[in-house]
């Protein structure tokens, strides 16, 4: 009885959690829809979260619960246009594909860097996983700031 106490004790002090980070400067065409991989990591706390060498661009979840979702990119300055993130699961590197979990617009901010945040509470199963697709319109391509953007998911609690 104690091991199961002590099990589900260790995992409330140390859940699921990930922070996958954007290290190449992904550019973006005007009103293309692109998806971001996520090149590296701050941690992964069960290394089964995230992968750096294949599919980076998925978020997955190890276990079943309610997951927060933190997503923040940083354009690059640009005045013109909006910038837009669409949080999806299952998509499949398909910005059309699975279910639309969230979709954010914020605009260009003259003469600075363009910062965009957005969160999110998702109830996920074993295997699923979330991709973040970013667009713009500014008239050109616009990359994001190389090593400013990141991804983190955290396990919240089970599901209802």
């Given at each position: 009885?104690?091991?199961?106490?002590?099990?589900?004790?260790?995992?409330?002090?140390?859940?699921?959690?990930?922070?996958?980070?954007?290290?190449?400067?992904?550019?973006?065409?005007?009103?293309?829809?692109?998806?971001?991989?996520?090149?590296?990591e701050?941690?992964?706390?069960?290394?089964?979260?995230?992968?750096t060498?294949?599919?980076?661009?998925?978020?997955?979840?190890?276990?079943?619960?309610?997951?927060?979702?933190?997503?923040?990119?940083?354009?690059?300055?640009?005045?013109?246009?909006?910038?837009?993130?669409?949080?999806?699961?299952?998509?499949?590197g398909?910005?059309?594909?699975?279910?639309?979990?969230?979709?954010?617009?914020?605009g260009?901010?003259?003469?600075?860097?363009?910062?965009?945040i957005?969160s999110?509470?998702?109830?996920?199963d074993?295997?699923?996983?979330?991709?973040?697709?970013i667009?713009?319109?500014?008239?050109?391509?616009?990359?994001?700031?190389?090593?400013?953007?990141?991804?983190?998911?955290?396990?919240?609690?089970?599901?209802?």
């Open positions: 009885m104690n091991g199961y106490v002590r099990d589900a004790f260790t995992y409330l002090l140390n859940p699921p959690s990930v922070r996958a980070t954007e290290t190449a400067g992904t550019s973006a065409a005007n009103n293309a829809n692109v998806v971001v991989p996520w090149g590296g701050s941690w992964d706390t069960t290394g089964d979260m995230h992968n060498s294949s599919q980076t661009s998925r978020i997955v979840a190890p276990d079943p619960g309610i997951y927060v979702v933190t997503v923040f990119v940083r354009w690059v300055t640009n005045a013109t246009g909006i910038r837009t993130i669409n949080l999806r699961m299952n998509a499949g398909n910005p059309a594909g699975g279910t639309t979990l969230l979709s954010a617009n914020a260009a901010l003259s003469g600075v860097q363009t910062p965009h957005v999110r509470q998702i109830v996920m074993p295997g699923d996983y979330v991709e973040t697709f667009s713009q319109s500014s008239g050109g391509t616009l990359a994001l700031d190389a090593g400013a953007s990141f991804c983190e998911m955290y396990w919240m609690r089970n599901k209802p």
